[in-house]
C-alpha cells in the first residue's frame, strides 16, 4: 500500500481488534500477561517470542498510542512515558553519561531547565544555555566531550525559533544528538526529525490529548535511541499507564483538526490585538511583525495556539486583564480547547531572578494566551472587558 496521509495514519496506524472485534480501539487495563506453557514464558523472556509479559514493559493500548505517534512524526520508534517531564529525564538518563556535556536552549519550559540544573547536574553532566534563535551560540559551546543539543522550538511564550536544519548539521558534524521537545506544535504542524532532529520529545499532556484530561509524554527516534530509552523507562518505571496512553490515542484522531482550529483562533485575536492601542505590543509568529515570522513559515505547517502580548501600564494592567476575563481559565497550562491566560512573570517564570527575566524578555506587562476553541469573538470580547 502507498505511504497514507497525515489524517489517516492518525486515525487509523496502530489500530487492531481483539476477538469481540471492537471498532475503538480497548483498553487493556491489565499489569501482566499469562502464557499458554512454561515454554512460551521462557521464550518471551528471551526475547525469542515477541508479546507482553508486564505493563511495565509493554501494554497493546501503550503500544497502539506509540504506532500511530510514531507514525505521524514520521520516526522509526517510539516510547511512550508516564510525562512531558518523565520523557526529557529518560532521554538523558538513556544517552548520557558522567562527564558528558548538553548545550540547551535557555528559552525551554521551566521546569526542564530545573531538571537541568537540580538534577541532572547531580550525576556529573554539564550543561550550557543558549539563545535559541542565536546559531553560533550553539556552535560555541560545543566542547570535546558534548553529546546532546535539547531545545524547544517555537519557545513559549514569546515564539523565538531555531533553523532546525542548520543546528542539525552543526550537530551533525560534531557527533552531536538534537533532540526537540515538540509539544507546543505537535507533528500536526513541525516534524523536526524530517529537518535533521535525532530525537523528538513530547509532553502530550498538552496538544496531543488536547482537552486537559491527564498526563503523558513520548520520546521518538530512531531504533538504537529508543532502545536505549525504553529499557531506562521499563527499569525505573516512569511507563505510560494504559488508561492515559488511551486517552491521548484517541486525542491524535482529532490532532490535526485542532491544531488547524488552534491557529486559526490565535491569528485572528493576535491580528485583533494589535490593533489596539492599550496594546504595547504582541508576539505571535503568525504575524508579519515578529522577526521569525519568515523562518516558522519555512519550517512550520503553521503557527500554534500561543499568543502573548504587553499592555501598557505594567503589571497591574496586565493583571486587570486576566482578573476582567469571564471566558478564559486563569491557569499555567496550556494546549486544551479550553482558552487559558496567565501572567508569566509571577508564575511560570516566576522563579527567573530580575536579571534572567531581562534576558528572556519576560515582562512585568507580559500575559499570555493559550488560544482554545471556543468561538474567537467571544474571546476577544473577553480581552476587551479589560482593556
Ligand atoms: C508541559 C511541558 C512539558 C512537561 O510536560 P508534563 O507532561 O507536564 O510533564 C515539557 N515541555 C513542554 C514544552 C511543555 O509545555
Not at 486583564?321 to 516566576?350: C, R
Request: charge should be negative; hydrophobic fraction near 40%.
Amino acid at each position: 500500500m502507498k505511504e497514507l496521509n497525515f489524517d489517516t495514519k492518525a486515525i487509523r496506524e496502530g489500530y487492531r481488534t481483539t476477538a469481540e472485534q471492537e471498532h475503538s480501539e480497548a483498553i487493556f487495563l491489565t499489569s501482566s500477561f499469562v502464557f499458554d506453557s512454561a515454554e512460551q514464558a521462557a521464550k518471551r523472556f528471551s526475547k525469542e517470542e515477541p508479546g507482553n509479559i508486564y505493563a511495565r514493559f509493554t501494554n497493546p493500548t501503550v503500544d497502539a498510542f506509540e504506532k500511530k505517534l510514531a507514525a505521524l512524526e514520521g520516526a522509526q520508534a517510539c516510547v511512550a512515558t508516564s510525562s512531558g517531564m518523565a520523557a526529557i529525564f529518560a532521554t538523558l538518563m538513556a544517552l548520557l553519561k558522567t562527564g558528558d556535556h548538553i548545550v540547551a536552549s535557555r528559552n525551554m519550559f521551566g521546569t526542564s531547565i530545573v531538571l537541568l540544573n537540580t538534577i541532572i547536574s547531580k550525576f556529573g553532566v554539564s550543561v550550557s544555555f543558549v539563545d535559541l534563535s542565536d546559531l553560533n551560540a550553539w556552535e560555541n559551546s560545543i566542547n570535546d566531550n558534548t553529546k546532546l543539543f535539547l531545545l524547544e522550538t517555537p519557545s513559549n511564550p514569546l515564539g523565538q525559533v531555531v533553523d532546525l536544519l542548520a543546528l542539525s548539521k552543526i550537530a551533525k558534524a560534531n557527533d552531536i544528538l538534537l533532540a526537540v521537545d515538540n509539544a507546543i506544535l505537535t507533528p500536526a504542524l513541525q516534524k523536526p526529525l524530517e529537518l535533521g532532529a535525532d530525537i523528538v520529545i513530547h509532553s502530550a499532556t498538552k496538544y496531543i490529548d488536547g482537552q486537559g484530561r491527564c498526563l503523558a509524554g513520548a520520546v521518538l527516534g530512531n531504533e538504537d535511541i529508543i532502545e536505549q530509552v525504553h529499557g531506562f523507562v521499563r527499569t525505573t518505571g516512569p511507563s505510560l499507564s494504559a488508561f492515559n496512553a488511551w486517552i491521548v490515542l484517541k486525542g491524535l484522531d482529532t490532532l490535526r483538526l485542532r491544531m488547524n482550529a488552534h491557529c486559526d483562533n490565535a491569528l485572528t485575536l493576535a491580528t485583533w490585538l494589535e490593533k489596539q492601542p492599550a496594546v504595547e505590543k504582541v508576539h505571535y509568529l503568525g504575524l508579519k511583525s515578529h522577526p521569525h515570522h519568515q523562518l516558522a513559515k519555512n519550517q512550520q505547517a503553521g503557527f500554534g495556539g500561543i499568543v502573548s502580548f504587553e499592555i501598557k501600564g505594567g503589571q497591574q494592567a496586565a493583571f486587570n486583564i486576566i482578573n476582567a476575563t469571564e471566558i478564559f481559565s486563569i491557569t499555567a497550562n496550556l494546549g486544551d480547547t479550553k482558552s487559558t491566560i496567565t501572567h508569566p512573570a509571577t508564575t511560570t517564570h516566576g522563579r527567573l531572578t530580575d536579571e534572567e527575566k531581562l534576558s528572556a524578555n519576560i515582562s512585568e506587562s507580559l500575559i499570555r494566551i493559550s488560544v482554545g476553541l471556543e468561538d474567537v469573538n467571544d474571546l476577544i470580547d473577553d480581552i476587551n472587558k479589560g482593556l
